[in-house]
C-alpha cells in the first residue's frame, strides 16, 4: 500500500514570511495529491489539490508542486497570516474508481506569530 | 462541494455498548468513507462505503467492531461495538464528489465529526 511521509512535524514563522510543507510518497502508481487543513476542533478542509499530469498549481496564497520523478509534492504558503496558523495534512490517492483511497501523511503544526 | 452532517457531534459512553454515528449529505454520491482520528494524529482510513455492496474495510478494522450500513446515495452508518476506552476517538464521515454517473473526482470532502469518550 501506499505509504506518505511528511516534514515537518511542526513549523513556527513569522507573520509574513513563508512556509514550505513536504511531502512524499512511495506508490509511483498514485495520481492526486490533496492537502487539508484542519483548525483545532474542526474538521479537515481541502485547501488545494495537484493530479500527477500537472506539475505546479497555485490559488492566491497558497501553492503546491508536485516532482512525480521523485516523488514529492510540497505546500507553499506566502505572506503568512496568524489566521493561516493550524494543522496541514498531506494525502495521496492510492488506486483508481472504485478502489481509489486516499492515505494520509502525520500532518504539521503550523504556527503563525504576529 | 458537499453539506455533510453528522449525529451525534460527541458522545461519552460505558465500555462495553455501542453506538452508531450517522452521516448525512445533502446530494447523491457514490463513495462516502469513514475515518478514524485519535487526539493528536493523522486521520485513519476505516472503511470504504459504496452504496449497492458490502463496505471494505482496511487493515486492523473487521466488520464485527464496525459495521456500516449504506442504504442510500445520500446517507452511511458506522457502529462502534463492544466499546473500549481505546475507541475514545473523532470518528469522521467524508464523501467523494464523483457523481452516480461517473465522473469521479477523487476528491473528498469531511462531515464535522463525532467525538466519541468511552469510560
Known amino acids: 500500500g501506499e505509504n506518505v511521509e511528511q516534514h515537518p512535524s511542526t513549523l513556527s514563522v513569522q507573520e509574513g514570511d513563508s512556509a514550505v510543507i513536504k511531502c512524499t510518497y512511495s506508490?509511483?502508481?498514485?495520481?492526486?495529491f490533496p492537502w487539508y487543513k484542519q483548525e483545532l476542533g474542526k474538521r479537515p478542509q481541502l485547501i488545494i489539490d495537484?493530479?500527477?499530469n500537472v506539475g505546479e498549481k497555485k490559488d492566491q496564497r497558497i501553492a503546491v508542486t508536485l516532482n512525480k520523478t521523485a516523488k514529492h509534492f510540497s505546500l507553499h504558503i506566502t505572506e503568512t497570516q496568524p489566521e493561516d496558523s493550524a494543522v496541514y495534512f498531506c494525502?495521496?490517492?492510492w488506486g483508481g474508481g472504485s478502489n481509489y483511497k486516499l492515505t494520509f501523511g502525520k500532518g504539521t503544526l503550523l504556527t503563525v506569530n504576529p | 462541494s458537499a453539506v455533510i452532517s453528522q449525529k451525534p457531534s460527541r458522545d461519552i459512553c460505558q465500555r462495553g455498548t455501542s453506538l452508531t454515528i450517522q452521516c448525512q449529505v445533502d446530494s447523491q454520491v457514490t463513495m462516502m468513507f469513514w475515518y478514524r482520528q485519535q487526539p493528536g494524529q493523522s486521520l485513519t482510513l476505516i472503511a470504504t462505503?459504496?452504496?449497492?455492496?458490502?463496505?471494505?474495510?482496511e487493515s486492523g478494522f473487521v466488520i464485527d467492531k464496525f459495521p456500516i450500513s449504506r442504504p442510500n446515495l445520500t446517507f452511511s452508518t458506522l457502529t462502534v461495538s463492544n466499546m473500549s476506552p481505546e475507541d475514545s476517538s473523532i470518528y469522521l464521515c467524508s464523501v467523494d464528489v464523483s457523481s452516480p454517473w461517473g465522473l469521479d473526482t477523487d476528491t473528498q470532502y469531511f462531515g464535522p465529526g463525532t467525538r466519541l469518550t468511552v469510560l
Open positions: 462505503a459504496n452504496q449497492g455492496s458490502e463496505a471494505t474495510y
Open positions: 494525502a495521496a490517492s
Open positions: 495537484i493530479r500527477s
Open positions: 506508490d509511483s502508481a498514485s495520481n492526486y
